[in-house]
């Protein structure tokens, strides 16, 4: 463990496993005689040196290299109440009421898909100007998302995520009242929801890294991803429930914004802002000061473990994305090519269980794939530190074949393609917590809003912010080239969503390449941390002696401190 270190005057010499000597005198700062080794003196990202890569090195502590080692040192209950001023069962409310407003995200967002046949009736649109409408929330929240990784770096996250919510709140209920005349207007209330979501998305898992640490952090975030996949699932059921309700799709617009009131008063009442980094200091010192925004992200884009899983995670967004505007409108078509329901006609309701059905298998699924990604990756950690790029990697690769079986299976057995469907979204969602997960621990906390928005900005640039445009583009593109049916309707959609199966794959590559990288990234983002109260107390040019490949060698106190 690190205590507080006298300022050297001259250069002072390590022995391993030995307090530091300075001037004659005996500091309070252990050295641990594991991060004495020729690989264990790389300098840390607090030096924003331009060293590359370091791949994990064996031998030291826990999940920095000797997987089969002891744990790093984790406070315990007492100690985290000492340092975040917060009790456990407080910490606790506040992952409650982020889960909460997390949840009523995603189900404003897929309520739209819920009732996007009626949407398509309503305007009379066609599937590329369908798509359009998630893409354009998706690209203002995207365009968004640095902003507010900037503010929530630098600033209190409670009062950014109260007024974005407010706002999206106001809006959402705007949207509902446009007219037939003004489809324009809807795309533009649709890109204005994105405020509210990038307020949130890129703050609230950093509040979470400041609560909790190891792994009560890690089950800590997957209840709060767990809202995900449920709210998504809710936003279908809501919206075709309410439509049928009320006879009227605009009513599924408006539930929404209620519950963000709720969720206004809940954040001014019941979270508190706790200290950035010092659970991981495992001291309540005051936080580490921020670097500029460009050191940030030179930093980042050095950052080979945070750049790789975000890559991976964009190939998760993409199919995710695509999916969740198209698969209820797919099955419909799916039906109607079987026989099974009526085809949709213009100025008729759409009538069908699909939006439903759909709904709560992502419900469903979402809570096995999470919870499923979540414990056997904290069981593979115990022996392979390297689980949660490879946990991540299997579960894209092992949803891509089911994925695509699930649209070769439509035109013979919708029972058949729900089933593939259901084991698809299954291990795709094993991957939300466990990415979270990896930005948090690779990344250094005055860094962590900007490295969400960042991964944000990636994962919406090249994954759902086109992909569900891109899809019904190939599909009206592939409409044209065929007879006008219903049949080619369906063949259309199915050929052009294909695509994930794909993408899915790649995905998987990009977290097989994470698992290369992750063991010296993760202890890089440990030692700065560790070694940032002699940052503050001015020791960042000091160096002291240590052997190296039976030489003395001069490194940066920050080097060697953990």
């Excluded at 695509?322 to 759409?350: K, M």
Aim: aromatic share 8%; with cysteine.
């Amino acid at each position: 463990m690190t205590g507080r270190a006298r300022v050297p005057s001259q250069p002072c010499s390590v022995l391993p496993g030995k307090r530091l000597r300075v001037s004659g005198r005996t500091s309070l700062a252990w050295v641990p005689s594991s991060l004495l080794s020729p690989a264990s003196s790389p300098r840390s990202q607090a030096d924003d040196t331009d060293d590359g890569p370091v791949p994990g090195t064996p031998g030291l502590p826990g999940s920095l290299g000797n997987s089969k080692s002891e744990d790093p040192e984790v406070p315990d209950r007492e100690g985290l109440q000492r340092i975040t001023g917060l009790s456990p069962g407080r910490s606790a409310l506040i992952v409650a009421v982020l889960c909460y407003i997390n949840l009523l995200n995603y189900m404003d967002r897929f309520t739209v898909a819920g009732v996007l046949p009626d949407i398509e009736q309503f305007f009379e649109i066609g599937d590329s100007s369908s798509g359009l409408i998630q893409t354009v929330f998706i690209s203002s929240y995207m365009v968004l998302a640095p902003v507010f990784g900037y503010l929530g770096d630098r600033y209190n996250r409670k009062y950014l995520m109260c007024g974005g919510i407010a706002f999206w709140s106001l809006v959402t209920l705007g949207s509902s009242f446009i007219p037939r005349e003004r489809f324009w207007l809807l795309l533009l209330t649709r890109g204005l929801v994105g405020v509210g979501e990038a307020s949130y998305s890129t703050i609230a898992p950093t509040l979470i890294a400041d609560l909790f640490v190891a792994d009560q952090r890690s089950r800590m975030l997957s209840v709060f991803y767990f809202a995900i996949p449920v709210g998504s699932g809710l936003g279908y059921i809501a919206g075709s429930k309410v439509k049928d309700v009320a006879g009227d799709w605009h009513w599924a617009l408006r539930v929404t914004p209620g519950l963000g009131v709720v969720a206004v008063l809940l954040l001014f009442l019941v979270v508190r802002e706790p200290p950035r980094g010092a659970v991981e200091r495992h001291s309540d010192s005051p936080p580490l000061n921020p670097t500029s925004w460009w050191a940030d992200l030179r930093a980042l884009a050095r950052n080979p473990s945070f750049i790789l899983s975000s890559l991976g995670f964009t190939a998760v967004a993409f199919v995710t994305g695509s999916l969740a505007l198209w698969a209820p409108a797919f099955l419909l078509r799916s039906r109607v090519v079987l026989g099974e329901t009526p085809p949709c006609l213009p100025g008729d309701s759409c009538s069908s269980s699909d939006s439903l059905i759909f709904g709560l298998i992502t419900c469903l699924t979402g809570v096995l794939g999470v919870g499923l990604g979540v414990e056997i990756s904290r069981r593979l950690r115990r022996s392979n530190p390297r689980a949660d790029p490879l946990v991540c990697a299997a579960g894209l690769l092992g949803s891509a074949p089911f994925l695509f079986l699930s649209l070769a299976c439509a035109r013979g057995s919708i029972v058949a393609t729900y089933i593939f469907i259901f084991i698809g979204e299954t291990l795709l969602s094993m991957n939300w917590a466990i990415v979270a997960d990896i930005l948090l621990y690779v990344v250094i906390p005055t860094r962590r809003s900007t490295a969400e928005a960042f991964q944000i900005v990636l994962s919406h640039l090249l994954g759902d912010a086109g992909s569900p445009y891109l899809i019904g583009l190939i599909s009206d593109r592939l409409r044209r080239s065929w007879p006008p049916s219903f049949l080619s309707e369906f063949r259309a959609l199915q050929f052009s969503l294909m695509l994930c199966a794909f993408v899915g794959a790649l995905g998987g590559a990009a977290f097989l390449g994470t698992a290369i990288f992750i063991e010296g990234d993760r202890r890089r983002a440990q030692l700065h941390v560790q070694a940032g109260l002699l940052h503050e107390a001015g020791l960042t040019d000091d160096r002291i002696v240590v052997p190296q490949r039976g030489r003395s060698t001069r490194v940066p106190v920050s080097s060697v401190l953990i």
